[in-house]
């Protein structure tokens, strides 16, 4: 076929792209070295596992006996004996009946939200929710109630306008962008007065809250609870990749038998099973971890409002720090980089309420000094207006 002079069907993308431009709102990959001699406070790497010999050892491991690949999906070739274990081990540590490992902590939201809901059903979402719960229940068919942020009586209210319908309460326990913790008993309350179900997706509680940092479901006493499910990360606590999805028993067989983000996606790599199953077992041999990972982000947050600057309150290992304007943040964070800190920057449309702000990630493995030196950084490249 000749080629002809019809125009390019994707032209309307410079539009797009100029409209971002001018709105300081450009994103762009930066790939990041082995190793950096900068100050790392934007991953999520909460426990400082990542690069524990023990947890890439148990990568290599795992890869040079199950391959570098599942080879499948979990339900044909894709489920290793390591899968089954990590299941065991992450069910068991968590407190809940059973386990599923997913290949993310965005797949497994999507299996739980699609797989335990439905058209007819309601889902009562929090306003502050992670992207992935948003898309979640866009994909459900389900008719969704977005509530305002930690509010158990919006949340009551919603449930009391439909009535015998089966609903779900969908809500983050530990909210990415401020740092603060979801009211999860009051959610609880509210479901089992209703005859609700509770989905909480503990992707920034796990190794941080809860006892030895089983996570916010066991901190809040709602772990194995009836009615109660929770979804995780193996992503940012421990060190690995990789998502998971707890509950009762035949939960998880529902999910087995029903989740499209299970069946027909590739099993987990059994290196990032092996990983996680190993970061698992540090934690539960070092409890102490989750008990600095949250005092790091205290002492951060004591730092930078002693200085002046404005910044959430953490109630687990994530603290915000408000910027005048997405320009702003994103000129500080620039400067912090170039001063030798790494920092994230949430902008709008990422954060709802419009606020930009930098994002800071306590680790346990940080020093006082590091801490200090932090929140140096920070503050003497605050831009005009950032403080008070």
């Known amino acids: 076929m000749e080629p002809t002079d019809s125009p390019d069907p994707f032209d309307w993308l410079d539009g797009e792209a100029r409209r971002r431009e001018a709105a300081g709102l450009v994103r762009a990959l930066r790939p990041r070295p ?79 939200l699609t797989a335990l809901t439905g058209h007819g059903g309601l889902i009562v979402s929090d306003a502050a929710n992670h992207a992935s719960i948003v898309d979640g229940c866009r994909l459900s068919r389900a008719e969704t109630s977005v509530v305002a942020h930690a509010d158990p009586d919006a949340v009551r209210k919603a449930l009391d306008a439909h009535p015998g319908r089966r609903a779900l309460v969908v809500s983050d326990s530990v909210f990415s962008v401020d740092g603060d913790a979801a009211p999860l008993p009051e959610l609880a309350a509210a479901c089992a007065e209703h005859g609700a179900a509770l989905l909480v997706d503990d992707a920034h509680g796990l190794g941080v ?69 190993a970061g698992l077992r540090l934690l539960r041999g070092e409890p102490r971890l989750a008990a600095r990972a949250r005092e790091v982000a205290g002492e951060l947050y004591a730092g930078l409002t002693a200085a002046g600057l404005t910044a959430a309150r953490p109630d687990a290992a994530v603290v915000s720090v408000r910027a005048p304007s997405p320009e702003s943040a994103l000129g500080w964070a620039a400067d912090c980089r170039a001063a030798g800190l790494v920092v994230g920057c949430f902008r709008p449309p990422s954060v709802p309420d419009g606020i930009s702000r930098l994002r800071l990630t306590a680790r346990a493995d940080l020093t006082d000094r590091q801490i200090e030196e932090a929140v140096a950084k920070i503050v003497a490249t605050a831009p005009p207006g950032a403080f008070g």
């Open 34 to 112: 082995a190793d950096s001699a900068l100050l790392d406070l934007a991953s999520n790497d909460y426990l400082g596992l990542t690069r524990r010999a023990e947890i890439t050892g148990a990568a290599a491991a795992a890869a040079r006996r199950w391959g570098g690949g599942a080879t499948g999906s979990r339900l044909v070739t894709g489920t290793t004996e390591l899968h089954a274990e990590l299941e065991r081990e992450l069910a068991e540590f968590c407190g809940f009946e059973a386990a599923l490992v997913l290949s993310s902590g965005y797949a497994a939201n999507l299996a739980a």
């Open 209 to 277: 809250l809860g006892d030895g940092g089983r996570g916010a479901m066991a901190g809040a006493g709602l772990a194995g609870a009836p009615g109660v499910v929770a979804t995780l990360t193996l992503s940012k606590s421990l060190g690995s990749q990789g998502g998971a999805v707890l509950g009762p028993a035949k939960v998880i067989d529902h999910l087995v038998n029903t989740a499209r983000t299970f069946i027909f996606d590739t099993g987990l790599a059994p290196a990032a099973a092996g990983a996680a199953l």
